[in-house]
């Protein structure tokens, strides 16, 4: 296998402990999407969605990553041939679990943006709307989280890796956030192999050659030993 694409998402991360976004009770169902993950939001109550992204933010601090993250961090490392981690979440469990250069498409709670001058810096543990841009002073810092109908990160990138792809994986995926959720098709019709690893069929899963039903943290590392 020369390249492997591997798309995850909050089901990955949610045996570390950080729900996902439909999780009852979670933190995002204490949430409307309108509220906390727009910029209009943002624009709204600043203090809400800031608050909202530093309990996120200790939260990721405190999890750990978890046997599905390792799994694919040694498949990166053990594989013959390319393997190319792109994410959803924001939390940072691939980057501890030891995998290199994960493309974080939706940003991550790491990152600090300025929403005047575009500078970017790495977040304090809590943010708030006295933070200053380090760059241009001005009192416009927020999390560097893509939010919806903002454009995602790295999308040229993230096709020409996929247009090389041989075998294209999601994993922890629902299939109901575009671009993330097309990514199968485009997979398919550049002629890649798809796998789908989630705890139940996603909104896309006729579009899957294969799937592998179960909890991340059995169906990852068995699927990563089948590879290798
Ligand atoms: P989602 O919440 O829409 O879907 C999660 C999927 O994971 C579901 O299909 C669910 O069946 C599956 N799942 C739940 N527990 C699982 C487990 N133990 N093993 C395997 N699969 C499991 O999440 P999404 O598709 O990533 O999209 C929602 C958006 O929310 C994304 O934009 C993402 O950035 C954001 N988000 C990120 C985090 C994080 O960074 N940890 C957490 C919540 C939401």
Known sequence: MKKIVILTGAG???????????????????????????????ARNPDLVHHFYNARRVQAQQARPNAAHEALARLQSASDGEVILVTQNVDDLHERAGSQNVIHMH?????????????????????????????CAAHSARPDIVWFGEMPYQMDEIYHHLREADLFAAIGTSGNVYPAAGFVQDATQFGAGTIELNLEPSATVSAFAQTSFGKATDTVPAWVESLL
């Open 12 to 42: 990955i991360s949610a045996e570390s402990g950080l729900g996902t976004f439909r999780d009852e009770g979670g933190l995002w169902a204490q949430h409307r999407i309108e509220d906390v993950a727009t910029p209009e939001g943002f």
């Open 107 to 135: 940003g991550a709670l790491s990152g600090a943006l300025c929403a005047s001058c575009d500078a970017r810096w790495r977040a304090p543990l809590k943010m708030n709307r006295d933070s200053i841009c380090p760059k």
